[in-house]
């Protein structure tokens, strides 16, 4: 089994940065893809950023903004958001795609302010 735990959420104001981690343990060797969704209010969790064995995709509207980083040595996935907006407001979190299973992380709150 994997589990992710996430950190870095925050408050922060418009055209502002935050760096989100999520570290993963357990059998991690099996982790084919790992990545950042996001679920605003009111609205369906959609894909922020996600790294796999075939490259990086990135959600159009994060696109020059947001930046996905693997550190296989710390087992750890990154989600580095610049230029912050106010819709970028969502719980966010980290996913691993894991021997045909989907492993969610608990979620960590981003909000910005105008």
């Known amino acids: 089994q994997v589990q992710l735990v996430e950190s870095g959420g925050g408050l922060v104001q418009a055209g502002g940065s935050l760096r989100l981690s999520c570290a993963a343990s357990?059998?991690?060797?099996?982790?084919?893809?790992m990545g950042w969704f996001r679920q605003a209010p009111g609205k369906q969790r959609e894909l922020v950023a996600i790294?796999?064995?075939?490259?990086?995709n990135y959600k159009d509207s994060v696109k020059g903004r947001f930046a996905i980083s693997r550190d296989n040595a710390k087992n750890t996935v990154y989600l580095q958001m610049n230029s912050l907006k106010p819709e970028d407001t969502a719980v966010y979190y980290c996913?691993?795609?894991?021997?045909?299973?989907?492993?969610w992380g608990q979620g960590t709150q981003v909000t910005v302010s105008s």
């Open positions: 996913y691993a795609a894991h021997r045909g299973s989907d492993i």
């Open positions: 357990g059998s991690i060797s099996s982790i084919n893809a």
């Open positions: 790294s796999t064995n075939g490259g990086i």
